[in-house]
């Protein structure tokens, strides 16, 4: 059975640029959720996908987007960075609305 | 407004000790309680959960202690070991969907 992987490992973007971050869910799961983790805080949900439709957002911008694909990989898309947008974003897979399990996480880095 | 609150922020135990940490919740939907460890550069590892109908769930050393009338719950680390220094986030969530989580605790067990 094959985990959760999220892809960079770590990324540097200049402030107005856009950026693409990919999950890649655990085996089996059809259901894909975004976090976004500020250094020493708790993830705070971006949005959840299932069945490649959109499932629920929390209070984030619209230049926060995603997809999901019929494999249930999933992209994450944030247009027009700001500095605050440097945090480990976090995607997490689960069955449904089941135990979700999450992946390693992308280190962006805005300047 | 914070859907749930978590105590306390750091927690220093020595090895062999009991580690409890709290966490109060605001909204009674809410139907599905885990705990997460998290190791620093990785992603959060779901420790044990549990649903409101039972009011304690042990898996090993971890024990969730959950008053619903309260609206608390806290996880206990029987026997604590080095090995458990890592930052536990609680959560919540309400049909599996968005999951609301705490600010962390960092748990230090010193030898």
């Known amino acids: 059975e094959t985990g959760v992987t999220q892809s960079p490992t770590h990324l540097i973007k200049t402030r107005g640029q856009q950026v693409t971050l990919r999950c890649s869910s655990q085996?089996?799961?059809?259901?894909v959720s975004w976090y976004q983790q500020a250094l020493g805080q708790g993830p705070q949900f971006i949005f959840q996908y299932y069945r490649e439709e959109e499932n629920g957002r929390g209070n984030f911008p619209p230049r926060f987007s995603g997809l999901q694909f019929p494999n249930y990989s999933s992209e994450l898309n944030v247009n027009a960075l700001e500095l605050d947008d440097s945090a480990l974003y976090l995607c997490?897979?689960?069955?449904?609305?089941?135990?979700?399990?999450f992946g390693p996480g992308t280190r962006l880095t805005v300047t | 407004q914070q859907q749930v609150k978590q105590s306390p922020q750091s927690l220093i135990v020595q090895k062999g000790g009991i580690s409890i940490i709290n966490c109060a919740y605001e909204n009674t939907a809410f139907d599905y309680f885990p705990w997460y460890q998290q190791f620093p550069g990785k992603g959060p590892a779901l420790l044990i959960a549990?649903?409101?109908?039972?009011s304690e769930k042990k898996e090993g050393r971890f024990t969730i202690s959950f008053n619903k009338s309260a609206k608390q719950f806290s996880l206990h680390i029987m026997d604590s070991q080095p090995g458990d220094s890592a930052t536990y986030f609680c959560a919540a969530s309400k049909n599996g969907n968005q999951f609301y989580f705490g600010t962390g605790t960092s748990l230090t067990v010193i030898p």
């Open positions: 997490a897979s689960s069955l449904s609305q089941g135990e979700q399990y």
């Open positions: 549990i649903r409101p109908d039972v």
């Open positions: 085996s089996g799961h059809n259901t």
